[in-house]
């Protein structure tokens, strides 16, 4: 089992800026793949950015620019720096951790989600 222990999350401003962490403990493959997922209100659960299995990473394009995503191996703590936030980024944020072996998906975690609100 994975846990997946996501802070950061608040109420700030449009423009302004957030820090998200999520910190995975328990049983973590050498590969694997981490990252950080959005829901709005009425709305599909959508990647906003993460690492591949191979450590390359992606982004929404709705966040391109605005968003970093960044890792610390030795703390197995994904973090996310959004900055320039706008209303539409207001959703639950949730962290993500998929463990591989011989390239195949084994299993798949899912943190509590954290609130990002963005007020106009």
């Known amino acids: 089992q994975v846990q997946l222990v996501e802070s950061g999350g608040g109420l700030v401003q449009a423009g302004g800026s957030l820090r998200l962490s999520c910190a995975a403990s328990?049983?973590?493959?050498?590969?694997?793949?981490m990252g950080w997922y959005r829901q709005a209100p009425g709305k599909q659960r959508e990647l906003v950015a993460g690492?591949?299995?191979?450590?390359?990473?992606n982004y929404a394009d709705a966040v391109k620019g605005r968003f970093t995503i960044s890792r610390d191996n030795a703390k197995n703590t994904v973090y996310l720096q959004m900055n320039s936030l706008k209303p539409e980024d207001t959703a639950v944020y949730y962290c993500?951790?998929?463990?591989?072996?011989?390239?195949?998906?084994?299993?798949?975690?899912w943190g509590q989600g954290t609130q990002v609100t963005v007020s106009s």
């Open positions: 993500n951790l998929v463990n591989y072996r011989n390239n195949i998906p084994r299993n798949g975690y």
């Open positions: 328990g049983s973590i493959f050498t590969i694997n793949a």
């Open positions: 690492f591949t299995r191979d450590g390359s990473t």
